[in-house]
């Protein structure tokens, strides 16, 4: 026990500790003034990193809306130019996917050589579809395709679930799954999604030349 101030040795270094700590602020300030150019590059930095990731998400976002116009090309020609609601449109792309699937489990080849084969299979598929049932449910009013079409879209859902299970499924199309390219600003554009957004785009442009440039 000490007596006379009431102080020990563990108040004194106590004391110390917080003398220091109360500088530290004062020291950074006085450091940061005495090193403005590390100011500087710290927010050419912060600025530098935050344009590089947001012409990253525009670029990904533009590829990815190139996938959207794809499946909207269909629904564009149903709706606009046929005067068809399809409601089983999805259907029939996911359905085209599992035709995919088969063919490469069942042939090994690689996804991108079995739309040699689905491709020419979906368009038999949709020609029998529209001279056999859906010509039928044309006329002043929309309910009548409404109807079919969504009771196909329960019938190939649940042949789907009944054939390959609730299991989710995937193609494996190999390297070009993970290749890129590089821009400038550091900023990696995946190869797939690219092809996916000019294949969009020529046929966008080759169903306008279609509708515009032709008799039909």
Avoid: C
């Avoid at 990815?64 to 259907?91: E, K, T």
């Avoid at 044309?138 to 679930?161: A, D, K, R």
């Avoid at 299970?165 to 993970?178: C, S, V, Y």
């Amino acid at each position: 026990q000490h007596h006379g101030s009431g102080k020990g040795p563990n108040d004194a270094v106590v004391q110390q500790l917080a003398e220091r700590d109360a500088g530290a602020p004062l020291r950074f300030h006085l450091w940061q003034q005495e090193h403005p150019a590390r100011r500087v590059q710290q927010h050419q930095g912060r600025a530098h990193q935050e344009g590089r990731s947001g012409a990253g998400v525009l670029i990904q976002g533009t590829l990815v809306g190139g996938l959207y116009a794809l499946f909207a090309i269909g629904l564009s020609l149903a709706f606009g130019i046929m005067r068809l609601v399809n409601i089983a449109h999805g259907d029939l792309i996911v359905l085209s996917a599992y035709a995919a699937l088969l063919v490469v489990n069942g042939m090994g080849v690689n996804p991108f050589v079995s739309l040699l084969v689905v491709v020419p299979l979906m368009f038999v598929l949709g020609y029998l579809l529209q001279r056999g049932l859906l010509n039928f449910t044309l006329g002043p009013s929309i309910l009548p395709p409404l109807l079919v079409t969504f009771g196909l879209s329960v019938i190939i859902q649940n042949v789907l679930l009944e054939v390959f299970g609730a299991d989710t499924r995937r193609l494996l199309a190999g390297d070009i799954e993970t290749a890129s390219l590089a821009l400038p600003g550091d900023i990696q554009v995946g190869v797939f999604p690219l092809i996916v957004f000019l294949v969009a785009v020529v046929s966008l442009g080759a169903l306008q030349w279609l509708l515009y440039r032709t008799a039909l």
